[in-house]
């Protein structure tokens, strides 16, 4: 494990670079070693390096290797034409203590790593010469951010495409400038965790917003100051997406602002929308899309919970078809509390219920301590994993019989009613569904359980999904589809 000194005022590449007296000059001379796991390079404070810096070889997880700085004053400076920090398919690296300054394109790039973290690191006015934004990973695996800042960029602060396990910690994002530019972009990625940023696009001179969130699959975004742009949250597809504790504002400018908006760019399974206060803007949370016709699946939308107040439009839009709750939120008077399209009224498939209107919703806010904590949908006895109150099927993907088997709003207490085709009323008596995770059973009083296999379980409250099979069977077999299943799973008290 070497540690290698370089500095850019007293270092010369004919030195050593073991020692802070014998330092390098140049990040092109570190490119020429053979960095092995535990090897630390560590950059003069104070120190200016025009170069472009590749890292190319990779650490272990117990003995990643390290690009920090040392000595006194301000954190040392990467310019460059090209990327500031660029590569390929290293693995277990940690890049901390450094400013990335007026890069022509990412201040850090990283194309097919894996085990990356990026900490305290200062990045402005990144993607000068192309609209490449700032921080940059690719077809990558596990990549922490956090403590950081970045500020006017061009394109987006982040750019996360076809990450498996990103989490964007305790930043600051300001200002990302361009046509198409976002604080946050993340694309087509998994295990996503973005936590207590200060996302700030107020001055931008873009028309999007600070978080798009596309096609993501278990997301959470949590305790998150967003300010400003076109809208606050797009997460326009994905699956099992959690929104919760944010303090939303700012996003105005357009007929359509939202605050938090889904539901245009595929299907939409699972989202949890709970103690965020969404405030000084147009639209609320919007359920919706830009082009009639679209037959993406929206099921289970559940938004409860927050607070909402100065918009000008309503605290909810629901106007596509999709499935859902609005209930325990609180709306400041003078708000419209929700527009519900006609066709999705009379379909009985979103549900409004328990939300309160109040005159000073600071006084709301002050009295309660904080903003609006999510609540679990019901109390979970330990043999149950899930009780009746969160069972509900949602989306019939069959044609045969039209809607689903189970009626959505006969379950707010518990009790099961089918549909009827044609002349027949199928009873529930000796209903049981099967699906991979586990087993629902309907007993003859109506009760329901659902017995759920631990592995599917998430790491924290949230909602499990499962595709499956049910049959009806009076003697002979009448009626075969499938549906989808969404159990709210509370985990206080359920593992040992």
């Known amino acids: 494990m070497t540690v290698y000194y370089v500095n850019s005022a007293t270092g010369s590449d004919r030195n050593g670079g073991t020692g802070e007296n014998s330092a390098f000059a140049t990040l092109s001379k570190v490119e020429s070693l053979t960095l092995k796991p535990g090897d630390s390079v560590l950059l003069a404070k104070g120190s200016v390096f025009n170069e472009q810096f590749d890292i190319k070889y990779s650490g272990t997880e117990s003995a990643p290797i390290k690009i920090g700085s040392y000595g006194t004053g301000a954190a040392p400076v990467i310019h460059s034409g090209d990327d500031g920090i660029h590569s390929l398919y290293a693995s277990n690296i940690v890049i901390e203590n450094l400013k990335i300054s007026n890069s022509g394109g990412a201040a850090i790039y990283g194309g097919n790593v894996s ?40 394109g987006d602060g982040f750019w996360i495409e076809r990450v498996d396990g990103i989490k964007l910690l305790n930043n600051t994002v300001t ?38 969130l596309v096609r993501a699959t278990d997301a959470v975004v949590e305790d998150n100051t967003i300010i400003g742009g076109g809208f606050g949250i797009s997460a326009p597809a994905g699956k099992n997406v959690a929104i919760r504790d944010n303090d939303i504002s700012g996003f105005h400018g357009y007929d359509w602002s939202f605050g938090i908006g889904l539901g245009d760019q595929g299907n939409s399974r699972d989202y949890d929308i709970a103690g965020n206060h969404i405030h000084d803007g147009t639209w609320g949370v919007a359920i919706t899309a830009t082009v009639d016709g679209t037959s993406y699946v929206r099921t289970n939308i559940e938004v409860h919970d927050n607070v909402f107040d100065d918009l000008s439009q ?47 919703v600071e006084t709301v806010l002050a009295s309660s301590g904080a903003k609006g904590a999510a609540a679990t949908h019901a109390a979970a006895d330990p043999a149950i994993v899930a009780v009746h109150d969160n069972l509900k099927i949602f989306t019939d993907t069959g ?53 759920l296999d631990e ?35 509370h985990m206080d008290g359920l593992l040992s």
Do not use: C, M
């Open 399 to 451: 044609d045969a019989h039209r809607g689903n088997l189970l009626d959505n709003e006969s379950s707010d207490k518990g009790t099961l009613a089918l549909r009827r085709f044609g002349d027949e009323t199928v009873g529930k008596h000796g209903l049981t569904l099967t699906g991979e995770s586990g087993v629902i059973h309907v007993d003859r009083e109506g009760n329901y359980a659902y017995t």
């Open 115 to 154: 085990n990356w973290t990026v900490r305290h690191v200062e990045v402005d006015k990144a993607g000068s010469s192309a609209e490449a934004g700032s921080v940059t990973f690719r077809n990558s695996k596990n990549v922490t951010v956090e403590d950081s800042k970045i500020s006017d960029v061009k």
């Open 175 to 212: 200002n990302s400038h361009g046509a198409r530019a976002d604080a946050v972009q993340v694309n087509d990625s998994s295990n996503i965790l973005i936590q207590g940023n200060h996302l700030d696009q107020t001055q931008a001179d873009s028309w999007k917003g600070v978080i798009a």
């Open 314 to 360: 309503s605290a909810l839009k629901v106007d596509r078809p999709a499935s859902g709750s609005f209930y325990s939120n609180t709306i400041e008077s003078g708000v419209k509390a929700y527009s519900i399209s006609p066709a999705i009224v009379d379909a009985h498939s979103f549900s409004v219920s328990g939300n309160r209107t109040v005159a000073d």
């Open 455 to 489: 592995t599917k379980l998430p790491h924290q409250d949230g909602h499990v999904s499962e595709t499956f099979s049910y049959g009806i069977n009076d003697g002979t077999p009448q009626h075969h589809d499938a549906d989808t299943l969404t159990v709210f799973i």
